[in-house]
């Protein structure tokens, strides 16, 4: 796992692919896994939002029911996607 963090902007989080290989992970295959927004004005630090992942399509890793009620968003269609279980993926709008 990394996380990046925006100083007051908000921080990210990034891991490996969970059905990516096991062998060493090259620094640039991290996935991001979305992360917590903060308003960037004075006195709005109370606003905090979470930014899901943008992916080119769904994670990879299909088991059971690993994903349910997680959302990403589809850079490949513009959408917002959420897992219903297993692979399957609704758009939301």
Request: hydrophobic letters at 30%.
């Amino acid at each position: 796992m990394d996380a990046e963090m925006g100083g007051s902007q908000g921080w990210r989080i990034k891991g490996h692919d969970p059905a990516g290989s096991s062998a060493e992970i090259p620094f640039g295959s991290f996935t991001d896994f979305g992360g917590y927004r903060v308003a960037p004005l004075n006195g709005c630090r109370g606003e905090i939002t979470f930014q899901p992942p943008a992916r080119k399509g769904p994670p990879s890793f299909t088991s059971g029911d690993y994903w349910k009620g997680t959302i990403y968003y589809d850079t490949t269609t513009n959408k917002l996607r959420l897992n219903t279980g297993g692979a399957n993926w609704v758009d939301l709008h």
